[in-house]
T-cell receptor
Framework: EDKVVQSPLSLVVHEGDTVTLNCSYEVTNFRSLLWYKQEKKAPTFLFMLTSSGIEKKSGRLSSILDKKELFSILNITATQTGDSAVYLCAVGGSGNTPLVFGKGTRLSVIA | GAVVSQHPSWVICKSGTSVKIECRSLDFQATTMFWYRQFPKQSLMLMATSNEGSKATYEQGVEKDKFLINHASLTLSTLTVTSAHPEDSSFYIC?????????????FGNGTRLTVT
């Protein structure tokens, strides 16, 4: 059975801190790993990773995939209160199979 | 970028009635859409995969006669919750993948919060 495990489940940090969110997976015929940010409504897309060792970066957020060790990390530097959200990791297999989601990491950034 | 529109964003209905939720891909064609359900403080649980022009594929434990899915066109999938009960109250989210298939990220609608009284 395909599985995605995120850690920690929740995290509280102060503004300006750097955080690292973890995602490990077991999936048949891995194709891609995706990170989403979910605030009050539906998830918004952050990154899609398909190759090992290539960092994807967007502003203060970055992510990297290790296909040998079957995990990914999402880094957020200089956190702001607007970064408070649930961050979801999802993994996709071959064909048009649906994504399998982890339980998410609830990040709270306090001023 | 790809936009998925979901309607309504929230609905309150009485027990025993049916509710239809629409999911549209606005600027791309989606042969496959996915319906998820999310309970408070939990992750997204896949309910079914909706395929244009054919029957939906339901996940184990999801009643296909209760959650009717219709994907009649390349831009529209609907989920009808039939004979709704309070335990069906949840956040329902649809999603679709862009034309590049598995190498496109999944884009989500804004979700529908259903409350059954």
């Amino acid at each position: 059975e395909d599985k995605v495990v995120q850690s920690p489940l929740s995290l509280v940090v102060h503004e300006g801190d750097t955080v690292t969110l973890n995602c490990s997976y077991e999936v048949t015929n891995f194709r891609s790993l995706l990170w989403y940010k979910q605030e009050k409504k539906a998830p918004t897309f952050l990154f899609m990773l398909t190759s090992s060792g290539i960092e994807k970066k967007s502003g203060r957020l970055s992510s990297i995939l290790d296909k040998k060790e079957l995990f990914s990390i999402l880094n957020i530097t200089a956190t702001q209160t607007g970064d408070s959200a649930v961050y979801l990791c999802a993994v996709g297999g071959s064909g048009n199979t649906p994504l399998v989601f982890g339980k998410g990491t609830r990040l709270s950034v306090i001023a | 970028g790809a936009v998925v529109s979901q309607h309504p964003s929230w609905v309150i209905c009485k027990s025993g009635t049916s509710v239809k939720i629409e999911c549209r891909s606005l600027d791309f064609q989606a042969t496959t859409m996915f319906w998820y359900r999310q309970f408070p403080k939990q992750s997204l649980m896949l309910m079914a995969t909706s395929n244009e022009g054919s029957k939906a594929t339901y996940e184990q434990g999801v009643e296909k006669d209760k959650f009717l899915i219709n994907h009649a066109s390349l831009t529209l999938s609907t989920l009808t919750v039939t004979s709704a009960h309070p335990e069906d109250s949840s956040f329902y989210i649809c999603s679709a993948r862009g034309v590049a298939g598995t190498y496109s990220p999944l884009h989500f609608g804004n979700g529908t919060r259903l409350t059954v009284t």
